[in-house]
């Protein structure tokens, strides 16, 4: 019995010291390990991410010199034809590369969501179009519609209380 | 007559082992065999193989990428279409470590029928790949899995095999293809996500090398060449690796988790054979990358062993800086390949006598490590000689 507590011992302090040993070697790789460059990540960013916007905002007047078109109908055209783009160039292999260098740029607009559908359902389409395409489709959107459900309605609510006492 | 039979070889039982006879039995053990385990100790942990084990035959196919880096003309056998005329990655990886196997077995101018066991390995679940390539190829089949040091896993295990007599002839074969392990382990391939520079890229290749008790069955090719030493390359030392885990947490900086089980491992080896880096012409370490390898040196450094010309790291020489690879290549196949054609190639010309090859593998899965576990890795050893 002795022996089996005095093990225990030495596995827990050997614990301890492994722990010591993590911090101190997790703090070193962060110091040696390369970093992204911050200010070439938001100029990245803020080139192709504002090159998306102008172009949504060249389409959206495009379509408004459309007769009878109206604003809404416009920004619905205006969007539709981002996300054919994104899933086009997604298709033949682009928006990736596109994407490597763009960053959030190219990740926050509508086209990145447009990107991250088609490519699962691309990839996945090897297992069948049920357990495959079907199923894999929502495996990087999922957590954004999960979320924009989740915080629309809190905001909704918030919105309903607020109106409600003011 | 079942019951008496029974009873039988219960009475026997008891008169075969009287009491006095066990301490007897008991007493010998103890002095023939303590002073044989004393000197074992010595050693422990390093296999050290009573015959030498000979390469005999040895194949390497990669894709297009690698065959464009610094190492491609050592690349014989080239796939230039990522799915290898298959309908998807994974089956082009099953036929990638097929074709590696066929023409190792070929190159050892052996047939089908003189292998008498197959050891593979792979990074997909269930080992997919290697038990499709083994179900095709119908040879006895072990799998192995110490994710990217699959291949001294099986090398090791091959050459145990062989020199404890157990069979003749083994075929050890690793693949690896950058597009199904990115889908197994991270995003879809045309999904538009930045790469850490910490990264590394999973090598699209296949690795097999026949081993043999018989240094007489020499490769066809080498013959051809009249290069061949005596007898070729043989591997004369291996050592198990332990599990080190060090505690880091981030999928994308493997090399950063393997390079303390390879310093491990390293130091082990030295400490039990009693030798240091001068005694060898080249340590090659698997896949750690740049990063990897510059924390592998340090931490190497810190042990007072100093690894400098005579070391190279497998995943660092496989791309050129300008081939957008990051650290550099990884997976079972990335240490496969530059072993059997670059490495193995210079050990025959005369270039490299003694060489130590220890591939490194970090053994995490995706799901432990979204539910915060850390990474353990893992390397084994195996000493080339010519």
New interface residues.
């Given amino acids: 019995m002795e022996t089996i507590q005095s093990d225990m011992q030495v596995l827990a302090d050997s614990e301890q010291k492994n722990k010591m040993q993590s911090d101190r070697y997790n703090k070193f790789v962060a110091c040696i390990s390369p970093k992204t460059s911050l200010t070439k990540s938001l100029l990245h960013s803020f080139v192709f991410g504002g090159a998306i916007c102008v172009l949504g905002q060249v389409l959206f007047e495009c379509f408004l010199m459309i007769p009878n078109m109206t604003q809404k109908t416009a920004m619905t055209a205006m969007l539709m034809s981002l996300i054919f783009l994104s899933i086009l160039l997604t298709g033949i292999g682009i928006y990736d590369n596109l994407a490597r260098v763009g960053g959030a740029g190219c990740f926050l607009p509508i086209t990145g969501f447009a990107n991250a559908m088609a490519s699962a359902s691309i990839e996945f389409k090897t297992e069948g179009l049920v357990f495959g395409t079907s199923v894999k489709m929502f495996s990087i959107v999922g957590p954004v519609i999960v979320n924009g459900v989740v915080w629309s309605s809190v905001a909704a609510i918030l919105h309903y209380v607020i109106t409600m006492i003011i | 007559m079942k019951i008496e039979i029974i009873h039988e070889s219960k009475k026997k039982c008891n008169f075969a082992l009287p009491t006095n006879k066990v301490e007897t039995i008991k007493s010998g053990i103890k002095a023939n065999q303590i002073d044989a385990f004393k000197n074992k100790k010595r050693q422990r942990g390093v296999i050290d193989l009573i015959t030498p084990i000979y390469v005999v035959g040895r194949a390497s196919f990669v894709g297009k990428k690698e065959k464009g880096g610094p190492l491609g003309e050592y690349f014989d056998n080239v796939v230039y279409d990522d799915k290898n005329g298959q ?4 089956q082009a990886e099953i036929q990638l470590m097929k074709d590696a196997t066929l023409t190792a077995i070929k190159n050892a101018n052996l047939q089908h029928s003189d292998i008498d066991m197959m050891l593979a390995g792979d990074l997909l679940n269930q080992l997919n790949v290697s038990n499709y390539a083994a179900r095709d190829l119908s040879l006895p089949f072990l799998g192995m899995y110490s994710a990217c040091s699959s291949f001294t896993e099986c090398l090791i295990v091959g050459s145990a095999m062989i020199a404890g007599g157990q069979v003749d002839t083994a075929v050890c074969s690793v693949s690896s293809h950058f597009a199904s392990a990115e ?1 197994q382990f991270r ?12 990264a590394q890229w999973t090598v699209t290749g296949g690795a097999s090398m026949v081993l043999c008790n018989n240094p007489l069955v020499t490769s066809h090719r080498e013959h051809a060449d009249n290069r061949s030493h005596k007898g070729g390359v043989k591997i004369t030392k291996a050592m198990i690796g332990r599990v080190i ?4 947490r981030d999928m994308s ?1 493997m090399g ?1 988790a393997m390079a ?1 089980a390879f310093v491990d491992t390293l130091l082990r080896f030295f400490a039990n054979t009693h030798t240091n880096v001068a005694d060898y012409d080249l340590i090659v370490s698997g896949d750690l990358g740049k ?1 990897g390898s ?2 592998a040196s ?1 931490l190497a450094a810190e042990k007072g062993v100093v690894l400098q010309k005579n070391y190279l790291d497998c995943g660092g020489i496989m791309y050129a800086h300008d081939q957008n690879a990051y650290q550099g290549g990884s997976g079972p196949a990335c240490s496969g390949v530059v072993i059997n054609s670059y490495i193995l190639t210079k050990m025959l010309l005369g270039e490299y006598k003694k060489v130590l090859y220890l591939a490194t593998g970090a053994l995490m899965s995706p799901q432990s490590c979204f539910q915060g576990e ?1 990474i353990p890795c893992i390397s084994h050893a195996v000493l080339f000689e010519v």
């Fill in positions: 309908n998807n990655f994974e889908r995003y879809p391939l045309e999904y538009g996500a930045q790469k850490p520079p910490y885990d060090l505690g880091t900086n950063a303390p990063l510059d924390i340090k850390t």
